[in-house]
């Protein structure tokens, strides 16, 4: 069993995967600024700290003989904000100067970064975007994630043993937490939900549980698979507009939504305004029915991505 290293542990997504890696047996060490439910547990360890005190964090990863480190801080779920502010740019780009250089000395084998599919250039066909599409963040959140992503990278590619994942996750949900779906049904300037005709486009998600399988499976591979690089972790396919108001209506409040006609010819330039470059969630009506979708192929030789709308729970 592995001894695996988590930070922003306390998150809904740092709660999650400590369960999934405890269940399997392995040691697990979480730090984040408050506590939770798993501390005295057996086989969990957590230090209170925030991800930028060098210090502390440092300490943990040179006196633990740690073998992986999934980093979750600085990355959204249901207890970031919204908007993406300057703060939380600086504390991510002093966070990259130190976590991964110190956690390689330390000679921890495999780096897990949380990514987001925000990195990638807008699409100009409808094929599906996969690992080798361009890049060109636009918003805070993506700059944020990709600088990231490349500090990782370039330290990787000068160690002789330690391996990085860069998992480019797609929107999370559950059962429970459903802000990103119903994000995309949500008219930020008349402040209304709709859809477009029959909603029949779809928007592509992660189911939380998929991006745990598959962060737990990584913990489990074989180290003589060549498993590093970047991965698109999403579900498998896209969930249909109709089918968010049909989940929310089941089980959550949505109020009432709108139905219009055509969504095709809407025109807007949503990163030119600085409430769509910082808001993490905003809805960009210009595709609203462009059916851009992610491809998961490389991930599902990981994971199962067993998961969707229809059984998260």
């Given at each position: 069993m592995?001894t695996?290293?988590?930070?922003g542990?306390s998150g809904?997504?740092?709660?999650a995967?400590?369960?999934?890696?405890?269940e399997?047996?392995?040691?697990?060490?979480?730090?984040?600024?408050?506590?939770?439910?798993f501390?005295?547990?057996?086989?969990?360890?957590?230090?209170q700290a925030?991800?930028?005190?060098?210090?502390n964090?440092?300490n943990?990863l040179?006196?633990?003989q740690?073998?992986?480190?999934?980093?979750?801080?600085?990355?959204?779920d249901n207890?970031?904000?919204?908007v993406?502010?300057?703060?939380?740019?600086?504390?991510?780009?002093?966070?990259?100067?130190?976590?991964?250089k110190t956690?390689?000395?330390a000679?921890?084998g495999?780096?897990i970064?949380?990514?987001?599919?925000q990195?990638?250039?807008?699409?100009?066909?409808?094929?599906p975007?996969?690992?080798?599409s361009d890049?060109?963040?636009?918003?805070?959140?993506?700059k944020?994630k990709?600088?990231?992503?490349?500090?990782?990278?370039?330290l990787?590619?000068?160690?002789?043993?330690?391996?990085?994942?860069?998992?480019?996750?797609?929107?999370?949900?559950?059962k429970?937490?459903?802000?990103?779906?119903?994000?995309?049904?949500y008219?930020?300037n008349e402040?209304?939900?709709?859809?477009?005709?029959?909603?029949?486009?779809?928007y592509?998600?992660?189911c939380?549980?998929?991006?745990?399988?598959?962060?737990?499976?990584?913990v489990?591979?074989?180290?003589?698979?060549?498993?590093?690089?970047?991965?698109?972790?999403?579900?498998?396919?896209?969930?249909?507009?109709?089918?968010?108001?049909?989940?929310?209506?089941?089980?959550?409040k949505v109020?009432?939504?709108?139905?219009?006609?055509?969504?095709?010819?809407?025109?807007?330039?949503?990163?030119?305004a600085?409430?769509?470059k910082?808001?993490?969630?905003?809805?960009?009506?210009?595709?609203?029915?462009?059916?851009?979708?992610?491809?998961?192929?490389?991930?599902q030789?990981i994971?199962?991505?067993r998961?969707?709308?229809?059984?998260?729970?």
């Open positions: 592995k695996v290293f988590i930070t542990a809904m997504i740092g709660l995967v400590t369960e999934a890696l405890l399997k047996g392995h040691k697990v060490i979480g730090t984040d600024t408050t506590p939770n439910s501390v005295n547990q057996p086989n969990y360890s957590f230090v925030s991800i930028e005190d060098k210090s964090i440092s943990v040179n006196g633990s740690i073998d992986v480190l999934v980093h979750l801080a600085c990355s959204v207890d970031f904000p919204d993406i502010s300057s703060a939380e740019e600086k504390k991510s780009a002093a966070v990259d100067k130190y976590l991964y956690a390689i000395d000679g921890v495999d780096i970064l949380l990514s987001t599919h990195v990638y250039a807008q699409q100009k066909t409808r094929e975007i996969r690992e080798t890049e060109k963040p636009a918003t805070a959140y993506a944020l990709y600088e990231s992503e490349k500090t990782l990278s370039k990787i590619a000068k160690s002789v043993s330690a391996k990085g994942v860069i998992a480019r996750v797609c929107p999370i949900y559950t429970d937490f459903v802000d990103n779906l119903k994000a995309k049904i008219d930020p402040g209304c939900s709709f859809i477009y005709g029959y909603g029949d486009y779809g592509s998600f992660c939380l549980y998929n991006l745990v399988d598959f962060i737990s499976c990584l489990n591979i074989n180290p003589s698979t060549n498993y590093q690089g970047v991965y698109n972790v999403c579900d498998t396919k896209p969930i249909a507009a109709k089918d968010i108001v049909e989940f929310l209506r089941n089980g959550h109020g009432a939504v709108i139905q219009r006609s055509g969504g095709t010819g809407i025109k807007l330039n949503p990163f030119g600085k409430g769509a910082t808001d993490y969630r905003y809805n960009d009506l210009s595709v609203a029915c462009a059916n851009i979708s992610y491809d998961n192929t490389k991930a030789r994971a199962a991505f998961w969707k709308l229809s059984n998260t729970k």
